[in-house]
T-cell receptor
């Protein structure tokens, strides 16, 4: 079984600044995958970044990067140079090695102030 | 390919009525997933198909819920005798292979039971 916890219901950031969204997880799997998804208001969920648990190197996608701490079961998302279009709900998720059980956290609403 | 399509986008129904939603995945994706998302929460897994076979169902999927994926293409999710607690966003997603690279989500069907 997997559980994912996001302890920050809401976060705000000034445009062009950096923000970090927190996520902790628990899993009994030895191999698993971690994700951050973005869900803009009334729009579909989009994959932001993905991390393979067996890789020590933190994933990076342009302005988005993660801090993956396997021992602590922590998987935070850092957004650099925040833009107005980054405003959305962000969901942390984990999947098992079979890829058949994507489990989501409760989400963090990110507001970007101009 | 236009991604994952869901129909209808919105559905309002009276309590006790039956409703059916449709999902058209990305054509080459062999796996299809259904999730339910209530307001302010993360999506919760309902069921998934590999081709036409329904391989896993959540305990959330009561006897009033049924899903099909005939011929391994589109899928339908039917809710019989709807209850107010069924009001939610129903999300469909698909993946190629195991889904460890992430799922592609549709825009969802928002169900309101009055």
């Amino acid at each position: 079984a997997q559980t994912v916890t996001q302890s920050q219901p809401e976060m705000s950031v000034q445009e062009a600044e950096t923000v970090t969204l927190s996520c902790t997880y628990d899993t009994s799997e030895s191999d698993y995958y971690l994700f951050w998804y973005k869900q803009p208001p009334s729009r579909q969920m989009i994959l932001v970044i993905r991390q393979e648990a067996y890789k020590q190197q933190n994933a990076t996608e342009n302005r988005f990067s993660v801090n993956f701490q396997k021992a602590a079961k922590s998987f935070s998302l850092k957004i650099s140079d925040s833009q107005l279009g980054d405003a959305a709900m962000y969901f942390c998720a984990s999947n098992n090695n079979a890829g058949n059980m994507l489990t989501f956290g409760g989400g963090t609403r990110l507001m970007v102030k101009p | 390919d236009t991604g994952v399509s869901q129909d209808p986008r919105h559905k309002i129904t009276k309590r006790g009525q039956n409703v059916t939603f449709r999902c058209d995945p990305i054509s080459e994706h062999n796996r299809l997933y259904w999730y339910r998302q209530t307001l302010g929460q993360g999506p919760e897994f309902l069921t998934y198909f590999q081709n036409e076979a329904q391989l896993e169902k959540s305990r959330l999927l009561s006897d009033r819920f049924s899903a099909e994926r005939p011929k391994g293409s589109f899928s339908t999710l039917e809710i019989q005798r709807t209850e107010q607690g069924d009001s939610a966003m129903y999300l469909c997603a698909s993946s190629l292979g195991t889904g460890v690279n992430g799922y592609t989500f549709g825009s969802g069907t928002r169900l309101t039971v009055v």
